[in-house]
C-alpha cells in the first residue's frame, strides 16, 4: 500500500527542516549547500513514495492472533517487527525496508514491555492527544529504543502523545542509541529517567513538547550524550517547542547537552524546569559544542545552587532570545560565557564570565523582560505552549528583520507558526524576541474610536487577559463600541481570536473589523452571547479574514441581543488576536 498524497506532502515540508539541520550540521561555518539540499529533498521524496504502509487495527500492543473485525489483527508491536524483518507478521503487511509508515488511529495504546525500531520507520498518528502511546513499563527501562541495524535509518514519530501513567519507577521515553531520531507534531510527557536519553544520536525535533519529565540524574527533559564523538559527533536541531517543567536532581532540568555535533534551536520556549544543582533550564557538558538559540525563550527555569537559565562549558551563542526571570542561589540567568549575543535580553548578569555582544544586547543586559509567569496554550495547530511578553514588555518590537540566518529552508515564523513580524506593539514591521511574536491587542490599551452613548469603563480582575478588560455597559441593541490599532498593519488575511468575560448581564454582541472608524464593517464568524449564569473567561476563534491597504484597523464589538435569561445587554472585551497569515 502505498503513502497517500498528502502524507508525502507533509513528509516534504518536514525535509526541508530536515535538510536545514542535517546541512547546517555538515559545515561548521554555516553556509548552505545548495546541491546537497536538492539531493536530500529528492531522497526524502522518494522514500515517501515508495515506503509501505501498515496500518495498525488493534490498541493491543502484545501479540494478538485472530482477527479484529473482518481482518487479521495487526498491533503496533506487530507492525514495529513488520518493518524490522521485512516480513508479514500476523495481519501487519511486510516492511519493505524503505522508511516505512505505521499508521495508528485514534486510541489509547499502553505497553509494559519496551518497543525497539531497527530499521527506518515513520510511526505516524491521528494528533497529540488523539494517539496516545502509553509506556506503563512493568520492567523495562525504557519504552522506545532506536537501535538502528542500518546506517542512516530514521525512526520518526508524527501527530503522537509518548507518556507513562504508572508501572516501574524508572522509565525513559525514547532511547536513541546511534541513531537519527525525528518528533514531529507530538507530545512526550511522565517519565522518570528523562523523556528522551540521546546516545550519539542526531535529533531533529518540530511542533513539539517535552514536559514534565524528570531524571534521578541529568537532563530530565532530554539527556543528550555523545560518548562515541570524534567517530560520530552528534547534535540537535529543534523548531517550534517547547521543553517545561521536568526536572532533575543534579544537572540540566529541562536540557543536558553533552553533543560533539552542531546544535541549533529555533522559536523553542525553555521554562519551568528545575535542578537539583545547576542549569535548571540547561546544562552545558564539558567539551561540547556551542548551543545555538534562534528566537528562543530561556526563562522561569530554577537551580538550588546557581545557572537558574544555562550553566555552560564551552559557551551558547544567541540571536534575537531572550535569557531571564530565572532563579538560582548565585547566578540567576547563566553561570559561564555567552560568545555571540544578538538582539537578545539577559535579565541578570551575574555569573556571565563572558558576553560578545552587538549594541542592542549590551544595551538591554539586566533588563527585566516582564514574561508571563505561566505557560500558555496562544494558539497554533500542535499545543506548543509559549511565555507571553506582557503589554509593555521591552521584548515586543524589539528585532530588527531579518529574523533567521540567511538561508530559505525555514520561514520566519514564531513558536506557533505564526509568520514574523506581527503587529503587537506600535511597529508593525519589528518583530519580538522570544519564541513568541505577539499578535494580542488588549483592548484596555487600544484608542476608543468611535461609541454608542453607553458608558464605557476599564474592568479590572485578574482572569482578563493582562488582569484588566473593557466594559461597555450597554442597556439596549444596536451599542457599541470601536478601537482601533496604534499603527498601521499590512493588507493581507489574518486569523482572528477574541477573548472576552461572560457574566449574568451580558448580551451578545457581533465582532466586525473595519479600515475605518465609521466603516464599512466585515462582520468575523457569527454573534457571541456574553451571558453566563456565573461569571468566567472565554477565548473565541473566529475565523479569517482578509483587509485591504495598508491602514489601521477598527474593531466593533455591536449589540445584537441578549439572552432571555441575561439581566442586561453589556459586553466585556478583553483582546483581540490579530494574526496575519
Known amino acids: 500500500m502505498k503513502e497517500s498524497c498528502g502524507f ?84 501487519c503487511a511486510a516492511g519493505n525496508g524503505s522508511n516505512d509508515t505505521i499508521n495508528l488511529p485514534a486510541g489509547t495504546y499502553t505497553a509494559t514491555t519496551s518497543l525497539t525500531t531497527t530499521r527506518a520507520v515513520v510511526i505516524h498518528g491521528n494528533g497529540i492527544g488523539s494517539t496516545i502511546l502509553r509506556g506503563n513499563m512493568t520492567s523495562s527501562p525504557a519504552f522506545f529504543v532506536v537501535h538502528p541495524t542500518v546506517v542512516g535509518a530514521i525512526t520518526q514519530f508524527d501527530g503522537v502523545t509518548i507518556d507513562r501513567t504508572s508501572g516501574t519507577p524508572f522509565v525513559t521515553g525514547i532511547h536513541g542509541i546511534s541513531a537519527t531520531v525525528d518528533i514531529l507534531r507530538s507530545r512526550l510527557a511522565g517519565f522518570t529517567a528523562s523523556g528522551i536519553v540521546a546516545d550519539d544520536t542526531d535529533m531533529h525535533l518540530t511542533d513539539f513538547s517535552i514536559e514534565s519529565n524528570s531524571s534521578q540524574s541529568s537532563g530530565g527533559g532530554i539527556q543528550f550524550n555523545n560518548p562515541a564523538s570524534g567517530t560520530r559527533n552528534s547534535g540537535i536541531f529543534a523548531n517550534r517547542g517547547s521543553i517545561s517543567n521536568n526536572s532533575a536532581s543534579t ?125 500558555r496554550d496562544l494558539g497554533g495547530s500542535f499545543q506548543v505552549k509559549v511565555l507571553r511578553p506582557l503589554p509593555g514588555s521591552v521584548l515586543i518590537d524589539a528585532y530588527p528583520p ?110 466586525a473589523v473595519g479600515n475605518t472608524s465609521t466603516g464599512p464593517f466585515t462582520n468575523v464568524g457569527g454573534s457571541q452571547d456574553g451571558f453566563a449564569t456565573s461569571t468566567s473567561w472565554t477565548t473565541v476563534s473566529l475565523g479569517n479574514v482578509t483587509v485591504s491597504g495598508t491602514t489601521a484597523r477598527f474593531f466593533r464589538f455591536f449589540v445584537t441581543g441578549k439572552n432571555t435569561s441575561s439581566s442586561s445587554f453589556q459586553v466585556f472585551p478583553d483582546f483581540v488576536d490579530f494574526t496575519l497569515q
Open 8 to 91: 508525502v506532502a507533509s513528509t516534504l515540508d518536514h525535509a526541508r527542516e530536515l535538510a536545514h539541520a542535517t546541512i547546517w550540521r555538515l559545515r561548521p561555518g554555516r553556509r548552505w549547500i545548495p546541491s546537497a539540499i536538492s539531493a536530500l529533498l529528492i531522497t526524502t521524496a522518494a522514500s515517501a513514495t515508495h515506503a509501505t504502509t501498515i496500518t495498525v487495527n488493534t490498541t493491543n500492543t502484545g501479540l494478538p492472533t485472530g482477527l479484529c473485525g473482518a481482518v487479521k489483527c495487526c498491533g503496533i508491536r506487530q507492525a514495529i517487527q513488520a518493518v524490522n524483518t521485512r516480513v508479514a507478521v500476523n495481519g
Open 402 to 511: 531579518p529574523f533567521y540566518p540567511a538561508d530559505n529552508l525555514i520561514p520566519a515564523v514564531d513558536a506557533r507558526n505564526a509568520l514574523r513580524a506581527q503587529f503587537g506593539g506600535s511597529l508593525a514591521g519589528m518583530g519580538d524576541m522570544g519564541a513568541l511574536e505577539v499578535s494580542r491587542l488588549e483592548t484596555e490599551l487600544m484608542s476608543v474610536a468611535a461609541k454608542s452613548s453607553a458608558t464605557h469603563v476599564i474592568d479590572t480582575a485578574s482572569q482578563y487577559s493582562n488582569g484588566m478588560g473593557t466594559n461597555l455597559q450597554a442597556a439596549a441593541i444596536n451599542h457599541f463600541v470601536t478601537y482601533m490599532t496604534t499603527a498601521t498593519l499590512p493588507a493581507g488575511t489574518y486569523s482572528v481570536k477574541i477573548g472576552y468575560k461572560k457574566a449574568s448581564n451580558a448580551g451578545r454582541f457581533q465582532f
Open 251 to 375: 544537572v540540566g532540568g529541562g536540557l543536558f547537552y553533552g553533543g560533539f555535533g552542531n546544535t541549533a534551536l529555533y522559536n523553542v520556549t525553555i521554562a519551568g524546569n528545575f535542578a537539583g544543582s545547576l542549569g535548571g533550564g540547561v546544562s552545558q557538558g564539558p567539551g561540547a559544542d556551542y548551543l545555538f538559540f534562534y528566537q528562543s525563550t530561556i526563562a522561569n527555569n530554577t537551580a538550588v545552587n546557581s545557572g537558574g537559565g544555562v550553566v555552560t562549558s564551552l559557551g551558547i551563542k544567541i540571536f534575537g532570545s531572550v535569557l531571564g526571570q530565572n532563579s538560582a542561589h548565585t547566578n540567576g540567568d547563566i553561570d559561564g560565557s555567552i560568545n555571540d549575543c544578538q538582539s537578545s535580553l539577559i535579565s541578570n548578569s551575574q555569573g556571565l564570565t563572558q558576553l560578545n555582544g552587538d549594541a542592542l544586547c549590551n544595551s538591554l543586559l539586566d533588563t527585566w523582560p516582564d514574561l508571563d509567569t505561566v505557560l
